[in-house]
């Protein structure tokens, strides 16, 4: 049988067992044994097992025993809905897509069950023979690296290494890229547009001065060498 917690605290739940002369499976559960945890809707900051992720999803509290459920005992609100109208827990490649683009309105008319090919193309936009010319001589001039190209047409940004390269869009025009566009400095070092945290009053923070540890060369303030 296994169990939704780490090997640390599976062991630790056996070793425990063991010195209770019980299994593991009747164990009790010590957490808040002194009664004076607050739980569920006594708490004050309960939210009515609802819980909204960075990404804009709800979370539900099903309980740990729920198949659907994550280690915490939530499950995202869409995916319940959906499996429950099913039957079924979702297939590898199905993916449920938000009609109205607003994730968190979970009713059934809203949720639509579709392939993850699907969904990208919802998701992003599609591209015209003209937008594929103008994506490969914008970075063939180098005035834009893949990741601007791809937040500029909406696309991920390994769409747009695929065009610049020729593998798709193979009879669209426009120039063929096969190696890297960076510039580079006369140094051979990649040139990027900023040098963000390394400027220091006109120059990189690795550029340091010939100091002649005798004495005879420029000084650096607070390094003063002592002559005799």
């Known amino acids: ?24 499976d009747e164990l009790p559960d010590n957490r ?3 009664g004076n945890h607050v739980k569920g809707s006594s708490h004050p900051r309960w939210n009515n097992g609802r819980l909204i992720t960075p990404d804009g999803y709800v979370l539900v509290r099903v309980g740990r025993s729920h198949p659907l459920a994550d280690p915490n005992g939530y499950c995202h609100e ?11 827990d979702l297939l590898p490649g199905e993916v449920i897509h938000h009609k ?10 809203n949720l639509e069950l579709i392939t993850c090919h699907e969904h990208s193309h919802k998701h992003f936009s599609k591209l015209t ?8 001589e914008l970075y063939h001039s180098g ?6 190209l791809a937040a500029k047409f909406n696309v991920p940004i390994q769409r747009i290494s695929k065009i610049v390269k020729g593998q798709v869009w193979k ?35 690795d550029e340091y001065p010939e100091v002649d540890i005798r004495g005879s060369g420029p000084q650096i303030p607070g390094c003063e060498v002592e002559s005799g």
């Open 1 to 24: 049988m296994s169990y939704p917690v780490s090997k640390t605290t599976y062991y630790r739940r056996i070793r425990r067992a063991r010195e209770l002369g019980c299994s593991i």
């Open 32 to 34: 808040g044994k002194h």
């Open 78 to 88: 869409h995916k319940l809905v959906m499996c429950s109208y099913l039957g079924r």
């Open 100 to 109: 109205n683009g607003d994730k968190t309105d979970n009713r059934i008319e």
């Open 129 to 136: 023979a003209q937008d594929v010319v103008q994506i490969r």
């Open 143 to 148: 005035d834009l690296t893949q990741a601007e």
């Open 171 to 205: 009879s669209v025009g426009g120039p063929i890229v096969q190696g890297d566009q960076r510039r580079r400095g006369p140094d051979g070092k990649f040139v990027a547009k900023k040098a963000a945290g390394r400027l220091l009053d006109g120059r990189t923070w």
